[in-house]
């Protein structure tokens, strides 16, 4: 069994490496890589434990796939242990992750920026985690992963982090304001800089101040050489052509490694103590010297190419790099080795200076050999070569230029730099040379010499070597050295060049000499020939000797530049050895000589020969100065000392500052014991004047630091302090005594005293320093009894100062020099003066400045004495402070140019102007300060140091400051800041020193500033000014005075706001409450309000890191703002009424904010606001008045909280405030509360009820106002229209109104949009009463009056309406406007215009094509819709001409969730209870109400009447066909029932909406005989309505009453009536139904009614049918006479109202000439089954095709007038045969003996909808048939015709008509493809059998000509829906004329058979044709390509 353990508290907790996922396996965790796992137990290979995201899953997982982590416990969560960064790495990660979702998700154009940084940062992350890099490295790569951070939120809009110069981030909490603000400025400026492109970042980089370095790494040579070298790397001024530097030495062997094993590996320099002006040199070069170190010739037999690596040594090479130089330095005298010249290298390194950053990787030095010439003249013709890259040999060297002193940059650069670098200084000083840093280097250049030949008959090889030799001629040891890297030498000696008697060396070395052996050595040069002979030169001794002595008789050093040497010849065999010095009486230099020859034994001058030298010294103890040297010996030469001291000023300032604490030393010795102070003290202290002035010039400032340590530590003249008081006082008496003026009063130029004044108070600080230091050395030693005397001597030295300030000379420049100077003084002061007198006495120096004098030096000197340690005092700062803070005061309120907003608009705008004629932008501009801004700016700075020192915790005791600050500055800050514009940058300043005292101010402060203030009245304009300033800060219309990413500055803004809002309650309560102070009280409230709810505190808002940084550094202040909101309304007790209801808004805003709390605070105060309004007075405005004595006088309402509530819940909750939870918390908190109340109870139940109805309202339409459903929008709009309207709120009423209004027509609703407007116009009045704020309309601004506004609106409303075609209801506006400008105004003019417009619509009703409308059942089914759609029926009103099929997919398309149902049967709870959508829609009819009725029995025109049956409508219709009798027959009608259901809607269609929502609803059946009624009743209007549409207007196609009178008297299918009679016209029927017999006779009336019609309709057709359809005409009368004589014979003979004379129709009055046959009456689905009403159709569904109209088959007969077709006698035999059998073969027309064109129109044809019903009075639809067709044929695979309307089809010409009616006739059917539409249909009468037409997929045509199409009436709308079209065309039945195809033009036709088949109904416009014998369909034929008339 397995032992489970607990883990080792080190190994709970890890992270997941890997995968694990094995679910299916018991107790497995599933892990993915990165989750964190606690682990409870373990065993050998498992652990046991739970996710950290996942507490209560707990599992095993195996060991192998976790990383143990070390950790730590945050709030009980366990978290990886990492650093800071890392941390905030991780974070940041996470949350710029979730944005990159959505950044990609929108193709955003920063998303591959942001994951391109992302990138970068987890890559740092990684390096930060590691811990392998070093700690420099570190600390780069922390500093770039927080500018990646900080650049990236920025581009992301988040808040921006502050950090300090670490990069950690700052802890705010501990930071005060004014230093907040700064860091954001800084991490502004940070950013920015960041973001600049990479090239412009690559400015030259700011070198440090002092010190500069380079780090030189030799990593290979590559060259042709065989022997070892020195390689001598130096730096080199191009310009002078001078080393820089010291030489740096790297000893190669000829195996290509260092000979020195010190150096192997290891062969880095750091070339040191470079100054600015050395890197700013145009070019510096690095400079390689390689010398050769062997035999005199170079050996030549192995000329392989070497590669110089660094390679590890092997046994044989370490044998040949053995060193050819000793260990000491010096030359092995047993080998034959000489120095000689080999090559140089060099490289300009001016651009790596500049731009380090741009050095990458390995330089490559050109190296070439020195072949003849000396290694000066190569080096120069190698700068001069053009040519360098063709160089072959190369050196590999790496450059890096670092800042700094040696031991910073060991601190910053430990793996560059190690403690074996050799350093090489520079061969002078350094910028800085500190007291420790002793120096005495003397560089010795060996330059040239020159050589005679002697007994040699060829040049010498002249070899020099150089020692150090004492007094005695004897060698000094290792004081030589030949470079950094190479140990110290004895001697040096220089490169051999072969035959050459001027030898030029230019060899530099070093000699370091100690100071003490200094003045007794001097230099010895020995000349020697080296022979190229080993042997020879092995017996060669030195031919020549030279020496110069170091120091010179004067006591001065060797000076500096070329010195010539005398070159003595040595007789080795007289020189005297033994006397090694002998030589030092000769003289040394050519000059010395002044041409004499001196020689001694063994030694003769060598007249021609001479050595050059050149001496560069660099000492801090050794001076070559005469005049300096004097001044430092002086006690030796006290008879020069007056000329000494003059001579001091003429000494050059290098020597001055080398030489600066012996100078001091010497003066202030010459000071104290001179022995004539009357003449020598003033000189003395000028000498120390000019001393000073020397260090503090701009060159030689940075020796201010050897100054300083002089004085702290070198100084030592204890008597000094006394002397100097005194020649201070003298020279400022002087000074200040008056002036000497001429004779004509004009000053002579300035004195002498005035200008030594000027000197000694602009040095004055170190004079002080001198003085102070001498006392305290004076008191040390002889103790510090004399304190007061000394205390009063400088009290009066101090007293001089303020009289030099008072004195009325002109003594600017000195007393400007002391105001620079005396906060240093009072610091040093502060060592040896009471504090306290010393700050009185500055105050009184700063006091007795006139006003406007030397301000800038007094803001100046206020601000270092901010910063001085006598600031820190408690006690010095309340002397201090209040002056300063009044001078700052002063200096803000004086006034200056630029001072006020405009002047400083002006100037902005002269900026902008000149931005934009110069095309920069304006920040780029370089602008002038103004004094205005120049002195804020002052004043800001001071302010800023001042807050900053008193939010220290280590000066002391602070509150006395803060209260001086508050009471002299905190105003003036505030008046400063708000006269300055907000675009002004200083004004973010100035409010953070705002905050920043008032972060400092607590309770007693504002006690102190209350009782501070004069009066009442200035504490209420504080208060005020105060609060206005607070609600500016946080208002979001105002521009931001910190930018909104400044998350932690405006979350200590707001934290200092609210702690002040707390303090400033306890002042407004105690000082304005009695007496009461309205203003106060009212502001109070606004700003606090106003404070809560601005967005950077709604924390809801921000994302989870964001809200828990808020949380952790300033908490959720809301609760506490609104807990001093709450209590300050609760103390208000009887002066409440007067804040209702201004207070209701803001109030009501700050209760919406998303926290519970909060909210539970703030509801309860609207009930106090109910009752306060509520017992509130009605005889006194804004008062209980004496309401308590008299309840009468209650006001006993509170409508204006009501009121006001309402409309402030609209305008927040539209604006996005408050939620459903905050509406249950609200009617919750105020139930509870109305009920507990026995007045309100009743009035404040309904009251809060009533809110919530509207909140619900109102919170739908913010969450539907967005959605793209235009339905939803509109039913929320009406939704609160309804509302405003239930609780009277005509303000919000009309609101609602036009925002309705212009959703209507954003869509083209006119006709809604009409409606919409009229409700507006009910409110108002036709009367001149003044217009109220409640009833006036945005669009008609300018009207006044209601009149005005009605007419106008009534006049916009006629528009829409006409717009709309609703003409019928524009004419009922026109004549209520015209009652008004006929009766009551009298405007006859207006009159006459209206009533022209009124004849236009009027003309418009029947001239104008129009759509009749159509209406859609939609029932929303499921808890899926939103709650006002949720199981609710609605009928839509369709767009024009739109399809059911159309309508459903504009509603799914709305809905894309949604399901649409199959059925028309009402759904269960399955459905309506589920969370799913669905859908159920079916078309309606419409049922018109008894205004219809006015038209029965009229002749009227039927566009007159349609208008009235499709609008103005509530109630519509559908039924469903059912067949009682299951075992019934298919065809058999008395079985067919319908289930008709009644629809109520709420409003009447159309109204201001296109659908309302159904009301009632109520089934009923209709039974099989009252179905055939309506059929019949509907069939004979038909037949009435046609006649009377044909005579009147001649130009109607005859083909519709064709087809009707076809489908009555001879029907195919459906058999007519007749199948009515045999159903019910029997005596069967009526025994079994004698409740019917109404019915029957009913039935029976109308057969025999219908036969007046049809002759009336057949006279007609008789009329104008063409010769063409003679032949039809014939059948069709041949039938209707055996009809007539079967109906008159069984039913009597009826008559007509219409009658038939002389060619016309009798009627009562004109009807309209527009046809009616394809008004939507006379549509029936095809599975009524006979029915007017249709069910659920099947059409819907893609799988069944659509078919075609009868109307559109019959459509194809033409009938011209024209006789154009013969007659046989057959046609007319037999045709009264009606047998079945016959009836199928009776004409059958060969279709090469007759065809019938198609007909001069197109007619249109709909897919069959879904539901489809007919009105009842219209569902007699005529049963037609054709030859040889069938109506709803049987077979499976009708074809579908698809003839539609073709849109903006132009009329055509009467030209055009004449063409072609000239044109022959033709029989084709041309293919309609206008525009997406479908074909039209041909039907051809054939011999033997017919052959259907009619259908699209017909592929071919039989036809010889191609028809031209009819034309079409113009559209008022390009739409391709035409669903609902009224078919009024304009035909001409002259159109085509038909030409037999025969040869003889005689069409022939045989018997034929007309029978009906079937007996059922289909929809008017769908119809199936389908051939008995199956036969395939023929396509109609192309269209003519050459074709004119197809468009």
């Not at 003249?717 to 006082?729: E, F, H, N, R, S």
């Not at 007496?1075 to 309000?1089: D, G, H, L």
């Not at 109340?1237 to 913010?1262: A, C, P, Q, W």
Request: hydrophobic share 35%.
């Amino acid at each position: 069994m397995t032992a489970w353990s607990d883990c080792n508290t080190k190994q709970v907790f890890g992270i997941a490496k890997c995968n694990f996922d094995q679910d299916i396996k018991p107790h497995r965790l599933s892990l993915d890589v990165g989750d964190s796992v606690v682990i409870l137990k373990e065993t050998t290979h498992w652990y046991y434990g739970y996710k950290q995201r996942y507490k209560d899953q707990r599992g095993i997982f195996p060991k192998s796939y976790i990383h143990l982590c070390d950790y730590t416990i945050v709030n009980g969560e366990y978290c990886m242990q990492r650093t800071d960064i890392v941390e905030e790495i991780t974070k940041v990660l996470l949350e710029w992750g979730s944005i990159l979702k959505q950044y990609f998700l929108v193709n955003h154009p920063d998303f591959h920026t942001i994951r391109s940084k992302m990138n970068d940062l987890n890559n740092n992350r990684a390096l930060l985690i590691s811990g392998n890099l070093p700690v420099d490295e570190m600390r780069k790569v922390k500093l770039l992963a927080t500018s990646q951070i900080d650049t990236g939120n920025s581009l992301l809009g988040l808040d921006m982090v502050v950090r300090d110069e670490s990069g950690d981030i700052l802890d705010t909490t501990k930071t005060c304001t004014t230093e907040l603000y700064e860091h954001h400025l800084n991490a502004v400026n940070r950013i920015i800089k960041a973001n600049r492109p990479q090239s412009n970042q690559r400015t030259s980089r700011p070198l440090n101040k002092y010190s500069h370095n380079i780090l030189l790494h030799v990593n290979a040579f590559v060259c042709k050489f065989q022997e070892d070298s020195d390689l001598l790397f130096t730096l080199f001024d191009g310009e002078s052509h001078k080393p820089i530097s010291e030489n740096y030495v790297v000893k190669w062997s000829r195996t290509g490694i260092a000979r020195d094993i010190d150096q192997f590996d290891n062969n880095r320099v750091l070339f040191t103590d470079l100054s600015k002006n050395d890197l700013s040199i145009s070019k510096i070069y690095l400079v390689c010297y390689a010398i050769r170190v062997g035999g005199m010739e170079m050996k030549e037999n192995d000329s392989k190419r070497v590669s110089i690596t660094n390679t590890m040594l092997t046994a044989a090479s370490k044998k040949n790099s053995q060193l050819s130089i000793s260990s000491n330095g010096s030359f092995n005298n047993t080998e034959y080795i000489m120095r000689r010249p080999f090559g140089v290298a060099c490289k300009e390194i001016t651009p790596i200076i500049n731009k380090p950053e741009d050095s990458k990787g390995n330089l490559d030095l050109p190296f070439i050999m020195c072949e003849k010439d000396n290694l000066d003249a190569t080096l120069r013709k190698l700068i001069a070569n053009k040519d360098i890259g063709k160089i072959d040999s190369k050196m590999a060297v790496t450059v890096e230029v670092l800042q700094g002193d040696i031991k910073q940059i060991k601190e910053d650069f430990p793996r560059l730099v190690h403690t074996n670098v050799p350093l090489a200084r520079k061969m002078g000083f350094p910028e800085v040379i500190l007291p420790g840093d002793v120096r005495n280097d003397l560089y010795l250049t060996l330059c040239s010499g020159e050589f005679a030949r002697i007994a040699k008959t060829s040049e010498k090889n002249v070899e020099v070597t150089v020692c150090v030799c004492n007094e005695l001629g004897q060698l000094v040891p290792g004081v030589m050295s030949i470079g950094a890297g190479h140990p110290p030498i004895d001697e040096y000696k220089s490169v051999v060049y072969y035959h050459d008697d001027k030898p030029k060396w230019q060899e530099t070395f070093k000699i370091h000499v100690p100071i003490d052996e200094f003045k007794q050595c001097h230099l010895k040069f020995t000349f020697k020939h080296r022979s190229s002979n080993e042997q020879k030169d092995k017996s060669e001794k030195p031919f020549g000797l030279s020496y110069v002595k170091l120091m010179q008789d004067n006591g001065t050093t060797i000076t500096q530049g070329l010195h010539n040497l005398a070159v003595y010849k040595i007789d080795h065999k007289k020189f005297d050895k033994t006397n090694a010095n002998s030589y030092m009486e000769l003289p040394a230099t050519i000059i010395e000589l002044q041409g004499t020859k001196p020689s001694i034994t063994g030694l003769n001058l060598l007249p021609k020969d001479q050595c050059t030298i050149c001496v560069n010294l660099c000492s801090t103890k050794l001076t070559q100065s005469v005049s300096l040297l004097g001044l430092l010996n002086w006690s030796a030469h006290k008879d020069t000392l007056e000329e000494s001291l003059n001579a001091l000023s003429n000494v050059p300032g290098e020597e001055v500052v080398k030489f600066l604490q012996d100078i001091l030393d010497a003066l202030f010795n010459i000071l104290v014991d001179n022995d004539n102070p009357q003449k020598y003290d003033q000189l003395v202290f000028m000498s120390i004047i000019h001393l000073i002035e020397t260090v503090s010039d701009l060159k030689y400032q940075h020796f201010l630091t050897v100054l300083d340590v002089y004085i702290n530590q070198s100084f030592s003249a204890t008597l000094a302090y006394g002397k100097l008081i005194d020649v201070l006082q003298k020279n400022i008496k002087e000074a200040i005594e008056p002036k000497e003026k001429s004779v004509d009063g004009v000053e002579i130029d300035e004195r002498i005293e005035v200008k030594r004044l000027y000197k000694t108070t602009r040095y004055l600080h170190y004079v002080m320093k001198f003085v102070i230091r001498s006392r305290i050395l004076f008191a040390a030693i002889n103790g510090n009894s004399d304190c007061d005397d000394f205390a009063n001597k400088l009290h009066e030295l101090l007293e001089m100062f303020i009289k030099m300030i008072a004195c009325p000379t002109d003594l600017l420049k000195s007393e400007g020099a002391l105001l620079k100077n005396l906060h240093i003084i009072a610091t040093d002061l502060m060592q040896v003066f009471d504090s306290v007198r010393l700050s009185i006495v500055i105050v009184n120096i700063l006091k007795q400045f006139p006003p406007r004098r030397l301000t800038q030096s007094k803001m100046g000197c206020i601000k270092d004495f901010v910063d001085s340690k006598l600031f820190h005092l408690p006690e010095c700062r309340a002397i201090l402070l209040p002056v300063f803070c009044n001078h700052i005061k002063d200096r803000l309120e004086s006034k200056e140019e630029g001072d006020t907003k405009s002047d400083i608009w002006q100037q902005e705008k002269n900026l902008s102007k000149a931005a934009k004629v110069l095309g920069q932008l304006k920040s780029q501009l370089h602008t002038r300060e103004t004094t205005a801004k120049q002195k804020v700016i002052e004043c800001i700075n001071i302010m800023n140091n001042i807050l900053k020192l008193l939010y220290r915790t280590d000066i002391g005791y602070t509150h006395n400051d803060v209260r001086d600050m508050m009471l002299i500055l905190l105003r003036t800050v505030i008046k400063t800041s708000h006269a300055l514009d907000r675009e002004n940058q200083l004004v973010g300043n100035l409010v953070a020193i705002m905050l920043g005292i008032l972060q400092r101010m607590d309770a007693a402060h504002y006690e102190i500033f209350v009782k501070h203030l004069n009066n009442r009245f200035e504490l209420q304009d504080f208060i005020i000014e105060i609060l206005l300033v607070f609600e500016e800060l946080v208002s979001p219309h105002q521009k931001p005075v910190f930018p909104r990413d400044w998350m932690d500055m405006i979350m200590h803004q707001n934290t200092v706001i609210l702690g002040s809002l707390q303090h400033l309650t306890i002042v407004i309560i105690d000082h304005f409450f009695d007496p009461f102070e309205k203003q106060v009280w009212s502001n109070f409230f606004q700003c606090s309000i106003a404070f809560l709810i601005q967005s950077p505190l709604q924390l809801n808002d921000f994302n989870d890191n964001k809200r828990q940084v808020i949380f952790a550094r300033y908490r959720d202040i809301r609760k506490d703002t609104a807990h001093e909101i709450r209590k300050m309304w609760f103390q208000l007790g009887e002066h409440k009424p007067k804040f209702v209801p201004q207070l209701v808004e803001p109030i009501l805003e700050m209760s919406m904010i998303p926290e519970v709390e909060l909210r539970k605070a703030t509801i309860p105060i609207f009930f106090d606001m109910m009752q306060c309004e509520y017992y509130s007075s009605k005889l006194v405005h804004d008062s209980y008045g004496d309401t308590k004595r008299n309840n009468a006088h209650y006001k006993a309402n509170f409508n204006e909280f009501e009121t006001e509530m309402i409309e402030k819940l609209d305008i927040l909750i539209g604006a996005g405030k408050g939620d459903a939870q905050y509406k249950e918390l609200f009617a919750k908190i105020l139930l509870e509360k109305c009920q507990a109340h026995n007045i309100l109870n009743i009035e404040g139940t309904k009251f809060v009820n009533m809110v919530s109805k509207l909140m619900d309202r109102l919170l739908e339409y913010r969450w539907i106002i967005q959605d793209e459903s235009k339905e939803n929008r509109m039913a929320c709009t009406f939704s609160l229209l309804q509302f405003y309207s239930e609780v009277n709120r005509k303000e919000m009423y009309i609101r609602y109104v036009y925002k309705l209004c212009d959703l209507h027509m954003e869509f083209d609703n006119y006709t809604e949009a009409a409606f919409t407007l009229k409700l507006h116009t009910e409110l108002l009045l036709w009367d001149d009463t003044e217009l109220s704020p409640l009833l006036r309309s945005h669009r008609h601004i300018t009207c006044r009056t209601h009149r005005e506004l009605k007419e106008a609106l009534y006049y916009e409303i006629i528009d829409y309406f006409d717009k709309g075609k609703m003409w019928e209801c524009a004419i009922d506006m026109c004549k209520v406007l015209s009652q008004q400008y006929e009766n009551e105004i009298y405007d006859y003019l207006k009159l006459s215009e209206l009533l022209k417009k009124m004849a236009q619509f009027f003309e418009k009703i029947l001239k104008e094509l129009r759509h009749t409308s159509e209406y859609f059942r939609v029932c929303f089914y499921g808890l899926g819709f939103p709650r006002f759609l949720q199981n609710k029926a609605y009928i839509y009103r369709g767009k024009e001409y739109e399809r059911l099929s159309d309508f459903c997919t504009r509603i799914l398309v709305q809905h894309p969730q949604a399901e649409l149902m199959q059925t028309l049967e009402a759904p269960g709870e399955d459905i309506t209870q589920t969370e799913g959508q669905f859908i159920q829609i079916n078309k309606v009819e419409p049922i018109t109400d008894e205004v219809f009725a006015k038209f029965n029995d009229k002749i009227i025109s039927n566009e007159i009447v349609k208008y009235f049956a499709s609008n103005n409508v509530q109630k519509f219709k559908f039924s469903r066909p059912y067949r009682e009798s299951t075992g019934a027959e298919a065809d058999d009608v008395r079985s067919l029932w319908l289930e008709r259901t009644v629809l109520t809607t709420r409003f009447s269609l159309p109204g201001i909406l296109r659908w309302f929502p159904v009301i009632d609803t109520r089934k009923f059946k209709i039974s099989p005989i009252e179905l055939a009624v309506e059929t019949m009743k509907s069939t004979n209007k038909d037949i009435r309505d046609l006649i009377i549409a044909h005579k009147n207007d001649e130009n109607i196609p005859i083909n519709p009453l064709s087809m009707k009178i076809n489908g009555i008297v001879d029907p195919a299918v459906m058999g007519g009536f007749s199948k009515y009679e045999d159903a019910f016209l029997t005596p069967d029927y009526l025994e079994e139904h004698p409740d019917h017999n109404d019915l029957v006779e009913e039935l029976k009336e109308l057969i025999a009614s219908q036969i007046p019609l049809l002759e009336i309709a057949i006279a007609l057709h008789k009329q104008k049918a063409p010769e063409s359809l003679k032949l039809f005409h014939e059948r069709l009368e041949t039938c209707f006479g055996d009809m007539q004589a079967n109906v008159e014979s069984k039913y009597g003979k009826k008559t007509c109202d219409l009658k038939l004379e002389r060619d016309s129709v009798i009627m009562r009055r004109n009807a309209s000439f527009l046809p009616t046959m394809f008004d939507g009456n006379n549509r029936l689905s095809e599975t009524s089954m006979g029915s007017s009403d249709s069910g659920l159709s099947k059409s819907t569904f893609s799988t069944r095709p659509q078919t075609s109209s009868i109307k559109s088959t019959f459509a194809s007969f033409n009938f011209n007038p024209r006789p154009s077709l013969g007659h046989s006698p057959s046609t007319k035999s037999k045709t009264k045969d009606k047998t079945p059998a016959k009836r199928r073969s009776i004409k059958k027309l060969d279709r090469e003996t007759l065809s019938l064109p198609v007909a001069n129109s197109q007619w249109y044809t709909t897919p069959l909808t879904t539901i489809t019903s007919t009105p009842e009075r219209e569902s007699n639809t005529s049963i037609t048939s054709a030859s040889n067709t069938s109506l709803c044929s049987k077979t499976s695979d009708p074809r579908v015709l698809t003839e539609e309307l073709t849109s903006k089809r132009p009329l055509r010409s009467e030209k055009e008509k004449e063409r072609r009616l000239s044109r022959p006739a033709s029989i084709a059917t041309p293919t309609a493809s206008m525009k997406g539409f479908s074909t039209h249909e041909t039907l051809s009468y054939s011999g033997a059998e017919s052959s259907n037409r009619n259908s699209v997929d017909t592929t071919d045509s039989t036809s010889e000509e191609d028809l031209i199409p009819p034309p079409l009436p113009a559209k008022t709308r390009d739409s391709t829906d035409f669903t609902s079209l009224n078919y009024s065309i304009d035909w001409n039945p002259n159109t085509f004329s038909i030409n037999s195809l025969s040869p003889m033009g005689i069409i022939t036709t045989t018997k034929t058979s007309i029978i009906n088949t079937s007996y059922e109904y289909v929809e008017a416009k769908n119809f199936v044709i389908t051939d008995d014998k199956k036969r395939p369909p023929t396509p109609p034929p192309k269209p003519s390509r050459n074709s004119k008339h197809i468009p």
